[in-house]
């Protein structure tokens, strides 16, 4: 399974921004994928995925904000950004793993780098 990550940019505080998944390799339609995020000096963090079945889980920093959708016609995944902050500016990651499964997330994409300005 190969993911690639892309839509990342400049922004302003306030706008949106669409990230986009590309996944193949494998039966994309029985997979789960997630995105996450690592900002300068920090951890990487879950941010939200989306299941095989279309169910979705999401981090409270996001809530509110963020969205995610399958294509599974497509083989992407698309992480909606809206009304940005500056403490969002990290490198956006997708990972996928077996659909109905949990632990580690076992195949991972090259990020993409959002940066929000204020």
């Known amino acids: 399974v190969q993911l690639q990550a892309s839509g990342g940019g400049q922004v302003q505080a306030g706008d949106s921004l669409r990230l986009s998944c590309t996944v193949s390799g494998r039966f994309f339609s029985g997979l789960s994928v997630a995105w996450f995020r690592q900002a300068p000096g920090k951890e990487r963090e879950f941010l939200i995925n989306?299941?095989?079945?279309?169910?979705?889980s999401l981090a409270d920093s996001v809530k509110g904000r963020f969205t995610i959708s399958r294509d599974n016609a497509q083989n992407t995944v698309a992480l909606q950004m809206n009304n940005l902050k500056s403490e969002d500016t990290a490198v956006y990651y997708c990972?996928?793993?077996?659909?109905?499964?949990?632990?580690?997330?076992?195949?991972w994409g090259k990020g993409t780098l959002v940066t929000v300005s204020s």
């Open positions: 990972a996928a793993r077996q659909g109905g499964t949990r632990g580690p997330w076992t195949y």
């Open positions: 989306i299941d095989w079945n279309g169910r979705t």
